[in-house]
């Protein structure tokens, strides 16, 4: 079956600017999480959501950075007033269930650049 | 704080040899550790997982991880590589919740 997908696969944009990522879950998955990794670094967690609601935002870095998932299904990553130090490869993964230990799938990840 | 590591940035092994890559973990507890694999233009696969029980765990493409509590260690480990098992690998583990805390990789290289 399909796999998590994370669209656009890549993203240029220039400092200051808007941008939004979207990540579509493998179906009937209720969690969803975003990781972000940075250049020679491990994925590191941003926020995970249990159907609608941001369960817990505690890893976005600062007030700039915002996701949504409004129909429990697809969720997109916001940030205002994009900065050089936020490029990164911006992850996706779902799972089942929040279970703890249960496997979450991830997407091939949006490479963001930001100039 | 809890951590992962993984003490090499980079290995390489001929192809047909022997690989082993060492995660170290620094949890409260005994975390759920994870091994995933990463592809260039591909997402994270996940190789293996230990809970509990036996402490050697068979995984996906020949891989196996042994869990020593002794060590706080969980590496990963193949016979035999494969050209194709050139990537980067990811030790990770989770406490009593759903966030994953990642080492910072291996990147394995295969020579002919």
């Known amino acids: 079956g399909a796999g998590v997908s994370q669209t656009p696969s890549n993203k240029v944009t220039e400092k200051g600017k808007y941008v939004e990522l979207r990540c579509d879950p493998i179906s009937g998955h209720t969690a969803l999480y975003w990781y972000r990794q940075s250049l020679g670094q491990g994925p590191e967690f941003l926020i995970y959501?249990?159907?609608?609601?941001?369960?817990?935002d505690s890893g976005l870095p600062n007030d700039r950075f915002f996701a949504v998932r409004p129909e429990g299904s697809v969720s997109t990553l916001k940030i205002q007033r994009t900065e050089r130090g936020d490029s990164a490869v911006y992850l996706c993964a779902s799972s089942p269930s929040d279970r703890v230990g249960e496997t979450q799938y991830f997407g091939p990840g949006t490479r963001l650049l930001v100039l | 704080a809890q951590s992962v590591t993984q003490p090499d940035i980079h290995i390489t092994v001929s192809e047909g040899a022997s690989l082993e890559l060492r995660c170290n973990y620094s949890?409260?507890?005994?975390?759920?550790l994870f091994w995933y694999v990463q592809s260039p233009g591909q997402g994270l696969q996940l190789l293996l997982k230990y809970f509990s029980g036996d402490t050697l765990v068979q995984g996906i493409k020949g891989f196996e991880a042994e869990f020593k509590r002794s060590q706080s260690s969980f590496n990963l480990r193949k016979p035999s590589v494969h050209w194709s098992d050139a990537a980067e690998y990811f030790c990770a583990a989770s406490g009593y919740d759903y966030k994953l805390s990642f080492g910072a990789g291996t990147t394995v290289t295969v020579r002919a």
């Open positions: 959501f249990q159907g609608t609601g941001a369960a817990d």
């Open positions: 949890y409260g507890a005994t975390p759920y």
